[in-house]
């Protein structure tokens, strides 16, 4: 997809600024507070998927939705990547900025049972259709902790989620396809609670909902999870997260006509250096 490559170059830069910037830091966190001042993490996803997409107009006719995991076979379960990494500053470490990437590549291929019509295109009982789909997810956000203490650390977030994503029916002789970056600003909240100083419950919410012309869209993503450091600056992780990703356009503001909805449900494991 053609916002892979600068997804990662944008990723891997940002996150070399991060780490040099943590370590050359000499602003401590606070000796009594058991907050990292930065770090960087690696890890995979066990999800599980429901998405549906029409391609083209409702109004004109050519409004049919087709979930991809129940019409076309789909895989419901993949394993996916992600690596990120996040940094805080100022005098008191109340200021935080992160930035994460997220890939999930999906392809299947099927005799159809009966018709599908997907935008202007057909796909008649007994054809062999293939699907691939590509989502990446590139999340960076800004946090001010308006509480941070030796137990908790609550903050505001706001942050922005760039989704480039892309699907393919593709037949015997004819094919459908589309392939679109959904840019959507969140509003969020996150806590941090220090059940030890080497094991916290991390929870955060983010969220956002737009209405403007023809476009309408809407994003829920939730975690859940626990992290532990067994050594100093080493530490292993693992959580739930909820995401779920609605939009409808009419290929004016973003390079769809018709509407994606998408949710995964996962487990994430990672390892974690801090600093």
Same mark, same amino acid.
Request: a negative charge; one cysteine or more.
């Given at each position: ?57 409702e109004a004109a006719g050519l409004g049919l939705e087709v979930n991809l995991e129940d019409a076309l076979g ?17 005098? *008191?470490?109340?200021? /935080? +900025?992160? @930035?994460?990437?997220?890939? #999930?590549?999906?392809? !299947? &291929? ?13 796909? *008649?009982?007994?054809? /062999? +259709?293939? @699907?691939?789909?590509?989502? #990446?997810?590139?999340? !960076? &956000? ?30 015997? &002789? ?102």
């Amino acid at each position: 997809m053609r916002t892979t490559l600068p997804a990662w170059l944008m990723l891997a830069c940002a996150l070399g600024a991060l780490s040099t910037a943590a370590a050359a830091s000499d602003t401590d966190t606070g000796s009594d507070l058991p907050w990292k001042r930065g770090g960087i993490y690696l890890g995979g996803f066990l999800n599980r998927y429901d998405s549906t997409v029409r391609l083209g107009s409702e109004a004109a006719g050519l409004g049919l939705e087709v979930n991809l995991e129940d019409a076309l076979g789909l895989d419901t379960k993949t394993q996916d990547v992600r690596v990120g990494g996040y940094w805080r500053f100022g005098e *008191t470490s109340r200021h /935080k +900025v992160s @930035l994460d990437w997220i890939k #999930s590549d999906r392809s !299947a &291929s099927k005799v159809l049972e009966e018709d599908i019509t997907v935008g202007d295109t057909t796909f *008649t009982q007994g054809t /062999k +259709v293939g @699907l691939e789909s590509s989502l #990446s997810i590139l999340r !960076a &956000s800004y946090s001010y902790s308006f509480i941070m203490d030796e137990r908790l650390d609550l903050s505001a977030a706001f942050g922005l989620y760039t989704m480039p994503f892309s699907f393919k029916f593709q037949g015997v &002789s004819s094919s459908e396809s589309s392939d679109f970056t959904a840019p959507l600003p969140v509003v969020g909240l996150h806590a941090d609670i220090a059940i030890t100083p080497e094991f916290f419950l991390k929870q955060s919410v983010d969220l956002f909902y737009l209405e403007y012309g023809g476009y309408t869209g809407s994003l829920a993503d939730i975690y859940l999870g626990v992290e532990w450091y067994p050594w100093k600056h080493l530490g292993i992780g693992l959580g739930f997260e909820s995401f779920r990703l609605g939009i409808e356009a009419d290929g004016q503001e973003i390079d769809l006509e018709g509407n994606v909805k998408y949710a995964q449900n996962g487990l994430f494991g990672y390892l974690t250096y801090a600093f």
